[in-house]
């Protein structure tokens, strides 16, 4: 499956349009992984507990999307757009939404 942020893939003509897919990951966050953050907050430098939260929801996320187009009969998704947010009550879950449109592609 080829996923793609532009509307067109180079070397590749689109056939066939089948519409608007996208795939969603919410992840909670933990007391624990909220308190080590809130220290690396205070002291500087990444958070790496978020940050694999965050990698994980990407790839559920791109894994989702990537089914619902193939369900269409699809073997493309072209104009990816991903969205990252806070959501829950004091921002306690990261959300990762993935929105594109399934094509069908030939190569040239």
């Known amino acids: 499956m080829i996923v793609s942020t532009t509307p067109t893939l180079e070397g590749h003509k689109i056939e066939a349009y089948y519409g608007i897919v996208v795939g969603e990951a919410i992840m909670g966050a ?24 965050l990698t994980t929801a990407r790839k559920l996320a791109f894994t989702e999307l990537e089914h619902e187009a193939r369900s269409m009969g699809a073997n493309a998704v072209v104009g990816i757009d991903l969205d990252y947010q806070v959501i829950g009550d004091k921002g306690s879950m990261l959300m990762v939404s993935i929105s594109g449109t399934a094509v069908k592609t030939i190569p040239l």
């Not at 933990?30 to 939260?53: C, H, M, P, Q």
């Open 30 to 53: 933990n007391v624990f992984k909220d308190l080590f953050a809130s220290i690396r907050d205070i002291v500087g430098g990444r958070s790496g507990t978020y940050e694999e939260e």
